[in-house]
């Protein structure tokens, strides 16, 4: 069943504040056995100019990619998320994520396209901090694939 | 490591790259409990990443990686090279192939290398990577803008 149409352009509220905690930070560059010390040591940020210790680039997604599940499972727009797989992901900068950060995500569906029975959606997510100052601005392209025949 | 790293300015000068410069590679291995541990740290529980049972009853040829996860490691030849990872202005990938990550206690190895392809503007370069596992590329269009001290 092809997506409806005229959720493209359609934004969804921010979502709740996210507080970035350096445990967190931590936890995650383990996970991916990311020595740097910028993540972990506050005055190895502070050498680079950081306010307190950064993420590493991907960390933002976890908080993009539930903002972006808040819009798909959105019933109206009739996504199956149990077929959805990640096609393409995108970041585009201002600062990095640090340490005591309050994040909210505002999603917007870009686009929703239907190519050899895929239904192919992009979001965009806009990360502010707590004084409204812009973060980064995540891309996520998800496919929807093709139901199998019969 | 250079001598400039160590009061934490930007190990590489925008001065000394040109198109082509290739950034020094590097191997990621990836097993199980690696996967384990990145679902926990990133809050992605698909069982398609640790329960193999369910990863073939979706078509999978068995568990595979987070498309996340293999996106994390190939930024890390760029924010190894810059020292900062903060001066990463974009990134983005397309995922293309999964990792697949077997239970015979090896697992996989992802395998990046990068190369400047393109200098740009306000001291920036894009960095071209190349990210491969088993003899296969795994990610597509995966390119870092980066800016240089």
Redesign the interface.
Known sequence: MALDQSFVGRSYPPTEPYEVGREKIR??A?????T?P??TDPE?A?????ADV?A???FV??IT??AAGDVVADPGLGLDYSRV?????????V??VRAGDRLTVTSTIEAIKSLAGNEIIDIRGEVHDESGEHVVTA?TKLVARAAEEG | MTANSV??SAKISYADVEVGTELPAQT?PVTRA?LV??A?????FNPIHWNEKFAVEVGLPDVIAH???T???A??VV??WV????A????????TRPVVVPNDGQGATIEVSGKVGAKLDDNTVRVDLLAMCAGQKVLG?SRAVVRLG
Not at chain 2, 40 to 44: E, Q
Not at chain 2, 88 to 95: A, C, D, I, L, P
């Open positions: 936890e995650f383990e996970a991916v056995g990311d740097n910028v993540y190895a502070k050498a680079f100019g950081h950064i590493p680039p991907t997604f976890a990619f539930k797989v990640h096609g393409d992901q995108k970041f585009a900068y600062r990095p891309w | 009061n934490g990621f690696t541990q990145y926990g740290a990133s809050g992605d498309g996340m996860f996106m994390a490691e930024i890390r924010t190894d020292g900062d990872p903060g990463v202005v974009e990134y983005g990938v397309r995922f269009m």
